[in-house]
């Protein structure tokens, strides 16, 4: 048995039962890949430590969870800066989407650009998140659709899984826009993306399913399809829900026990109460707020009144949120959202794992995959409370160090 030991840290567990789940003075035991123990120094069993072939001394410094971004767009071609300019220039998103460019103008350019490019372009976004400890990330095709292109993004998802070690979770989201071929005919669309889904399920390329349910997207009706046809597959749902109106987008995810709803900054009482009674996530996804200059705040006290998870996510895009930094989104759930530190790192990683449906990863518990982040600090609260920081020292992915 060989086992490698991570020694003299402050351990962030994260695990419910006192703040951060902090150990003083932690251990961490490695064996194949997962935590054999975890927990103070002291009580390590003789056994592992005799065992140890790699001891790693700490020196007091912050251990966490690896980061998981578990809401993320990270294949597409080009950038949309220019849209950024009319935006200051007093156009509104939705004018833009309107007459156009939006989703649909990234669409234009992931269809012209070839898998290899999209690689390249994705494999440096996901080099940013995982310099500053994402050590799973969950990616969602949508910008093809079209059979051919959400392949060529969903391959490019399969390709990046294990670049840097980060372990890459795919999510089909068909239903994101209508296509400019399709325009007047959304239930039509509708109809080829649900044609779509198993052909793209069998090539091994989903994970999950999502849509965007919002009056410039798809209606609820044409959602509830999208779901029907996850479920036939056995495959779990998602939901871009309420982020620019109520749509009641949150009620029909959770009929379908979604894993999570994302945004939710229109969400009301009775979505709230639906998505606690299903288990389902809220993912908060700052950036696109920020980057929106939106100005409703999403319910957090409701959430929390109703014990609703919260994660937090880059939303990583080139719309909404060209963002490709988890601490700085850490940071801006606390300064915007009013969630604690202690919260946000919550977000990115416990209930960022449930957000996924992952049980094997999110705290550092005996059992769970050995994913972990060293950082150079002391306090927990330090990964929220810096702007532009990157205090990461070392990562540990299935206990190798990447
Ligand atoms: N909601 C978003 O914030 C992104 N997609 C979505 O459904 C925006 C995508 C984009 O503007 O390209
Ligand atoms: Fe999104």
Redesign the pocket.
């Known amino acids: 048995m060989t086992v490698r030991i991570w020694e003299h840290c402050r351990a962030a567990t994260m695990q419910p039962s006192v703040p951060y789940g902090l150990v003083e003075d932690a251990a961490v035991a490695v064996r194949d890949g997962l935590i054999e123990w975890a927990g103070a120094r002291k009580e390590l069993p003789h056994a592992l430590r005799d065992a140890c072939i790699q001891l790693h001394d700490c020196g007091g410094a912050l251990l966490t969870p690896g980061l998981i971004d578990c809401h993320t767009?990270l294949v597409y071609g080009g950038d949309?800066a220019h849209e950024f300019e009319l935006r200051l220039g007093g156009a509104s998103y939705e004018d833009i989407a309107r007459q156009g460019g939006?989703?649909v103008s990234?669409v234009r350019a992931t269809r012209e650009a070839s898998e290899d490019q999209l690689f390249c372009q994705a494999a440096r976004r996901l080099r940013e998140l995982a310099d500053e400890g994402v050590t799973t990330l969950e990616v969602k095709s949508g910008y093809g659709l079209a059979l051919e292109h959400e392949r060529k993004c969903l391959r490019v998802a399969r390709r990046l899984h294990g670049a840097r070690g980060v372990s890459v979770r795919t999510t089909f989201l068909g239903a994101?826009a209508l296509p400019p071929e399709f325009a007047g005919c959304a239930d039509d669309y509708i109809g080829e993306v649900v044609r779509m889904l198993p052909a793209l399920h069998a090539e091994g390329l989903v994970d999950a399913v999502d849509a965007?349910c919002e009056r410039i997207?798809f209606s609820r009706a044409q959602t509830q399809r999208v779901f029907e046809a996850a479920r036939s597959l056995g495959l779990p749902v998602k939901l871009?829900a309420e982020?620019l109106s109520n749509s009641g987008g949150a009620r029909l995810a959770a009929q379908f026990a979604a894993l999570s709803c994302d945004?939710l900054e229109w969400l009301g009482d009775e979505g709230a109460k639906a998505m606690a009674a299903a288990g389902t996530v809220a993912v908060l996804?700052p950036g696109?707020f920020y980057f929106l200059r939106e100005t409703r705040l999403p319910p957090v006290g409701l959430l929390r009144d109703h014990g609703v998870p919260i994660a937090i996510s880059t939303?990583c895009?080139?719309?909404?949120?060209p963002c490709t930094s988890l601490l700085l989104m850490m940071n801006m759930a606390c300064t915007l959202f009013r969630l604690t530190p202690e919260e946000a790192l919550a977000g990115v990683t416990r209930n960022a794992a449930q957000a996924l449906g992952l049980a094997d990863r999110g705290t550092l518990a005996a059992g769970l995959r050995a994913d972990f982040v060293l950082w150079d600090a002391k306090q927990p609260a330090q990964l929220a409370y810096a702007i532009g920081a990157n205090p990461r020292r070392q990562t540990v992915i299935e206990g190798q160090v990447q």
């Open positions: 767009h949309r939006g989703i990234t994101h965007f997207a871009h982020q945004h996804l696109a939303d895009n080139p719309g909404s949120s």
